[in-house]
């Protein structure tokens, strides 16, 4: 089945530790996207990519860095200088052409130690 | 600012109630206005709206987009239980998405 895979579902951080969750995605899109969700509030862009090895920070990339060298793959690292990174985070791709709608990952929640 | 605003926040109804979500847009380059629905952490896609005052049904659940007002309604008849979840709107422009907070439902047997 095709489908974007999150992993893992739980993680946590400790101080001063950098962490890195997954996102993989079969449905060969182009475009992928992480969000941030916290409670009460909508979901905020951190970075999207729209083609391999190019990448642009959205509206909260302070304290994070993401990579992508693989169509199918778009991991985000959660750095020791993200002082609040305890959220939910949300990976997202979507199809070619931009009417094209978002498919979701079932989600990564970070916390801290 | 483009920002998308839902309302109410939160919604507690009875099982077999009608109810209706709100959402206004202010989206520059607007293409497109998206319904998820967020039962246990992932987000799965209800309704995508791109022309005006043409209703989208499935089932119980329906949806239209007013883009003159720029304003969209989700209706959701005889909810169920299974209903409940956090309704999420979303405003498109192409590469960007822009989502509101979201209006909880919650359905009582």
């Known amino acids: 089945d095709g489908g974007i895979t999150q992993s893992p579902k739980y993680l946590f951080r400790k101080e001063g530790q950098n962490v890195t969750l997954s996102c993989e995605q079969n449905?060969?899109?182009?475009?992928m996207y992480w969000y941030r969700q916290d409670p009460g509030q909508g979901l905020r862009l951190i970075y999207y990519s729209q083609i391999v090895n190019d990448f642009q920070k959205g509206d909260i990339a302070e304290g994070y860095s993401v990579s992508r060298e693989k169509k199918e793959s778009f991991p985000l690292t959660v750095t020791s200088a993200q002082k609040n990174p305890t959220a939910f985070y949300l990976c997202?791709?979507?199809?070619?052409?931009?009417?094209?709608?978002?498919?979701f990952g079932s989600g990564t929640q970070l916390s801290v130690l | 600012e483009d920002k998308v605003v839902q309302s109410p926040l939160s919604l507690v109804v009875h099982e077999g109630d009608t109810v209706t979500l709100n959402c206004s847009y202010e989206v520059t380059n607007f293409r497109s206005l998206l319904w998820y629905k967020q039962e246990k952490k992932a987000p799965t896609f209800l309704f995508m709206l791109?022309?005006?005052?043409i209703e989208k049904k499935s089932g119980r659940l329906s949806s239209i987009l007013d883009k003159k007002e720029l304003f969209s309604i989700l209706n959701i008849t005889a909810t169920q239980t299974g209903d409940s979840a956090i309704y999420l709107c979303?405003?498109?422009?192409?590469?960007?998405?822009?989502f509101g907070t979201g209006t909880s439902l919650t359905v009582i047997p």
């Open positions: 791109t022309s005006s005052g």
């Open positions: 997202a791709s979507r199809g070619r052409g931009p009417g094209e709608k978002l498919f």
């Open positions: 449905l060969n899109h182009d475009a």
């Open positions: 979303v405003g498109n422009t192409g590469n960007q998405f822009y």
